[in-house]
């Protein structure tokens, strides 16, 4: 087969790339809107913004809206008794003697007991809610929406059949909530404004007076009556103090100020402005909020969503996707989830779903905020579900799969904020609990980055695979930027500290002299020992060998390329050499999960750590590791046939792997399980309840299906494209080694490949059998066609 390549001179690239459209393969853009024909009733049925900090869950409710506020700041306070636990090296050593032994229980309940502060319950919690209590009567013609090409939601409907519309975003360049309602009526609307939040344990948490005229303030401070900590209630009576203030500009009618409300009565049109702060980002926060509403002084709406969609376009509109339009965008998006729960393919459905995660994305992490956590950014509980924290063996990673590949590389930056201040919290008990030098990661945690593990059992909480699994996200995106002062001045610092634990934490396997992770666990998984117990501790599971591997296999990467070498350097060669396998094969051909062949009481499991060296790392491919890549099938074969991919997120998961395996089938099956099992009608997926990992997940996995460049010695175009997909293009989707890729197909076939690199480069290009050597030129597109 020939092959032909275009390069494109940069004088011409822009005309040229926007000439080559994806209309050359399908008729039309598909519709970026959800929309619903009534309101919502509950919460998953909202529609959420956000600027990275501040989102909203917007009900659309026409006589009593309700509009759920959410600050990604809200937690109860640190507390200084929140320390390490008492276990110490003595008790490591203790717990590893009783693993020798074939001890399993008995290391399972010592490691609880002397390393775990077991039940936790401190939460990140809702800010509150804004509601509308409208005068409205015969509402008719109800139309909800959320343009996520915009980031902004609309409602219309008519009163007494005149038109009424409520608009909303979110705005990160000035940081403000704006609504602005309207109405053809010339009587105008009338409604009351009120700002609450839900007490805690039957305590207020806030308290909402008017302070001027056209404003409405509600402060607060978080607590969590219901704390928990070792396992023992522990009430949290303070925490992060906020204030939000709603202003309100009127047209028309007047503005009634109540004790604690505002009321517009016959005004024609209203426009509302939130701004909320609090302590944890300002120490004077309420004088933030002063300044926030003076940068809205001399601005219109229609200026200020101006300025909204620039910049969140400038994120957003960096990517397009596109499949044949399968002509359904005309029914509401709630009605066409449930076609495909009845058995329907809706494509335009499923490319909608992967920009909703990039939409989400965008909406809960942007530079200067904090991470997404298991929510997101949106939560309306006190007490949310797993506290709506960081939950760091897999949920948290899975929630930044997509950044680097989807073209959002720069919203990494809360999550390695995070990660450095976890890094230096964890050198305490790394050192304190377990004599280690370096730095300690536990599976879960919060806003204030305590280190110690957390859980009243061992096989849901006791993991130490945390801290490597976070490395891998650096080491990415450096692969992704080819950024040297990055890997110099943020990748090598953290992954030293993290190689360091795992160079002390390492002991020789008395049985065969290799080098082993002890105790340790598969996480929130058990197996039965030679006892016939259901035990979580082991000597060297999967998970960690084949995470320790990746740590040690990185760190000399980043040695050689910053050409450091010494003492500690060549320790980590030798230990690299030495550690027992991450990747073992039992009787049957499967993966082994633990360190021997173990039967188990959950085949099923909805965890697939065993197979972190296949994906989200890179170790296994199918060609240079097949019989490897057969076993992860096997594996995955046997996980399915015992009922896994049970949550959403898990088969996100799936999605990802079926891609790698190089099966897009059996991964569009997963999209069609995933949306008929795990969706709610708002697209959030669904644990249950709701936990945001799964859309992040999902929209990673598309990703892996059209583009792969994990491998080490080419990019894959197209690698598993599900037959459902017959007609499509993608544009701007990004590969390691700071290249750029746009990709056409029809009936299946590559039609053309855009490719842009940001240097000078060789690369191979991977597309079914062929591998085709391409020269790429720093800012000179190159297309290339089979």
């Given at each position: ?11 011409l690239a822009?005309?040229?790339l ?75 050593k ?35 809610d804004l ?49 602005e ?24 948490t ?13 402060k607060g ?22 204030e939000t ?9 007047t ?67 596109q ?7 005309s029914?509401?998006t ?59 063996n ?10 680097d ?71 990415q ?25 795992y160079s002390?934490?390492?002991i ?20 039965y ?8 501790t ?9 995470i ?28 690299k ?8 094969l ?14 188990e ?30 076993a ?7 996980r399915?046939?015992?009922g ?7 088969r ?14 059996m ?18 997926d ?37 037959t459902?997909?017959k ?41 079914k059998d ?12 190159l297309?290339?066609?089979?």
């Amino acid at each position: 087969m020939r092959t032909f390549i275009l390069r494109i001179k940069p004088v011409l690239a822009l005309l040229v790339l926007v000439l080559c459209s994806c209309k050359e393969s399908i008729p039309e853009t598909p519709s970026q809107i959800l929309w619903y024909t009534e309101p919502a009733t509950q919460w998953n049925e909202a529609l959420p913004l956000g600027n990275g900090s501040l989102g909203v869950m917007v009900f659309g409710h026409p006589t009593q809206e309700r509009i759920q506020l959410n600050d990604d700041s809200l937690w109860p306070a640190d507390k200084d008794d929140w320390d390490d636990p008492e276990g110490n090296p003595d008790d490591l050593k203790t717990i590893r003697t009783l693993l020798f032994e074939g001890k399993n229980d008995q290391a399972d309940s010592l490691f609880v007991a002397k390393f775990s502060r077991k039940r936790v319950v401190r939460s990140h919690q809702t800010l509150g809610d804004l509601f509308i209590d409208f005068e409205h009567d015969s509402i008719t013609d109800y139309r909800r929406t959320l343009d996520i090409s915009k980031a902004i939601a609309k409602l219309s409907y008519k009163s007494d059949n005149q038109i009424v519309t409520e608009k909303l975003f979110v705005s990160h360049p000035k940081r403000v909530i704006a609504i602005e309602l309207s109405t053809d009526n010339s009587n105008g609307l009338s409604a009351k404004l009120r700002l609450s939040r839900p007490q805690d344990k039957g305590v207020p948490t806030a308290e909402t007076v008017v302070r001027h005229p056209d404003l409405l303030v509600m402060k607060g401070e978080v607590t969590q009556r219901e704390g928990f900590f070792n396992s023992e209630p522990y009430p949290l009576l303070d925490g992060v103090q906020f204030e939000t203030c709603l202003k309100v500009q009127h047209e028309g009618g007047t503005l009634i100020s109540g004790g604690d409300y505002l009321e517009l009565k016959d005004v024609r049109k209203a426009t509302l402005y939130i701004v909320s702060n609090s302590s944890y980002y300002f120490d004077d926060y309420e004088d933030q909020n002063q300044k926030d509403l003076q940068a809205l002084a001399s601005q219109t709406f229609d200026a200020l969503e101006k300025e909204h969609i620039e910049d969140y376009q400038g994120l957003y509109s960096r990517l397009t996707f596109q499949l044949e339009d399968n002509q359904l965008d005309s029914i509401p998006t709630d009605q066409r989830l449930e076609r495909v729960k009845a058995g329907h393919v809706d494509t335009n459905l499923e490319s909608l779903l992967f920009q909703y995660g990039r939409y989400l994305l965008i909406s809960s992490s942007r530079v200067g905020t904090n991470p997404a956590n298991l929510q997101g950014l949106w939560n309306e509980h006190i007490n949310a579900p797993w506290n709506a924290d960081y939950h760091l063996n897999i949920n948290l990673q899975m929630n930044y799969w997509l950044a680097d590949v989807t073209h959002l590389g720069e919203l990494n930056a809360p999550l390695f904020d995070y990660i450095d201040r976890l890094v230096a919290s964890g050198k305490s008990t790394a050192r304190t609990n377990f004599g280690c030098n370096g730095t300690f990661i536990p599976h879960a945690t919060d806003l204030w980055v305590p280190t110690w593990l957390r859980a009243p059992t061992a096989y849901w909480g006791c993991s130490v695979g945390a801290g490597g699994w976070l490395m891998q996200h650096y080491w990415q995106h450096y692969e992704f930027t080819r950024d040297a002062a990055f890997l110099k001045e943020r990748v090598f610092p953290a992954l030293h500290e993290v190689a360091r634990f795992y160079s002390d934490w390492l002991i020789e396997d008395p049985r065969d002299g290799s080098l082993i992770s002890a105790p340790s666990t598969s996480p929130e998984n058990r197996y039965y020992n030679t006892e016939g117990e259901s035990v979580a501790t082991c000597l060297g599971s999967a998970m960690d060998q084949q995470i320790i591997y990746e740590v040690f296999d990185n760190y000399l990467k980043a040695c050689h390329i910053l050409n450091i070498d010494n003492a500690f350097v060549k320790t980590i060669a030798s230990q690299k050499s030495q550690l027992r396998p991450g990747f073992v094969l039992g009787s049957d051909g499967r993966i082994l999960e633990w360190d021997r062949e173990y039967d188990e009481p959950e085949p099923g499991h909805r965890h697939m750590s065993h197979l972190y060296g296949f994906h989200p790392g890179n170790y296994v491919t199918q060609n240079e590791t097949p019989e490897l890549f057969e076993a992860v099938r096997k594996t995955l074969d046997y996980r399915l046939a015992n009922g896994g991919a049970g949550t959403g997120w898990s088969r996100a998961w799936l999605i990802n792997c079926s891609a790698r395996l190089l099966d897009g089938d059996m991964a569009h099956k997963h999209i069609q399980l995933l949306l008929q099992k795990s969706m709610s009608t708002n697209l959030f997926d669904l644990h249950p309840p709701f936990q945001i990992d799964g859309n992040f997940g999902y929209t990673a996995g598309v990703a892996e299906l059209l583009l792969q460049s994990h491998e080490i010695n080419g990019i894959r175009v197209l690698p598993a494209l599900p037959t459902a997909w017959k007609n499509g293009c993608i544009k701007g989707l990004k590969a390691r080694g700071g290249l750029s890729f746009d990709l056409h197909w029809k009936d299946h076939e590559l039609e053309k490949a855009v490719i842009s690199s940001d240097f000078d480069q060789s690369i191979h290009l991977i597309h079914k059998d062929q591998r085709i050597p391409i020269a790429v030129t720093k800012d000179e597109p190159l297309t290339y066609r089979p």
